[in-house]
């Protein structure tokens, strides 16, 4: 009998959020290749963290720079083809930019969103999980984040 081999693939990425008027809005993408809408992302290159891949990862797809917020980390794993599973490390990451410029081969459109409508558009249950987890985190971190921004659990 023949064994079936799996192969797999890691990648990393973030959910980005930023402050507007007071209030979070996250990033979210819309991928060129089948046009689902997530969090920018992508494969893990030899010798790199976790946290590089996702920053370099960020910069190349969104042109921003992030700083990651330390003690999140979500892991989903999926298949995105027969005999392949693909685990996607996402983190917390914070922009103070606004001006978002596309990977034109790779990324479609963007939006950045607060969470229900994020919620709305994000393709793929796990991303919408990731999404809610992130927001549970961001509502209960140090009260310096608070200050700095109106944190919006009502728009699950």
């Known amino acids: 009998m023949k064994t079936l081999e799996m192969n797999s ?4 990425g973030a959910i980005i959020f930023r402050k507007e008027n007071g209030v979070l809005k996250f990033l979210v993408v819309q991928e060129k290749s089948g046009g689902h809408w997530g ?7 030899q010798g790199e963290t976790e946290q590089e891949t996702a920053a370099r990862e960020i910069y190349e ?3 921003l720079k992030v700083k990651f917020l330390d003690g999140f980390r979500s892991t989903v794993q999926y ?5 392949t599973m693909k685990d996607v490390v996402y983190f917390l990451a914070d922009s103070p930019h ?3 410029n596309c990977e034109e081969a790779e990324i479609e459109d963007f939006r950045w969103v607060g969470s229900g409508e994020a919620l709305e558009l994000l393709t ?3 991303s919408k999980a990731v999404l809610q987890e ?3 985190f961001l509502s209960k971190v140090a009260s310096p984040l608070r200050k700095r921004y109106r944190i919006d659990e009502g728009e699950h």
């Not at 693939?9 to 990393?12: D, G, I, Q, S, T």
């Not at 969090?39 to 290159?45: L, Y």
């Not at 298949?79 to 005999?83: A, F, I, Q, T």
């Open 9 to 12: 693939e890691k990648a990393c």
């Open 39 to 45: 969090f920018p992302k992508g494969h893990v290159e």
């Open 61 to 63: 797809e969104t042109g």
């Open 79 to 83: 298949s995105p083809k027969p005999n």
């Open 98 to 100: 606004t001006s978002v």
């Open 124 to 126: 793929f249950e796990n």
């Open 134 to 136: 992130a927001n549970q």
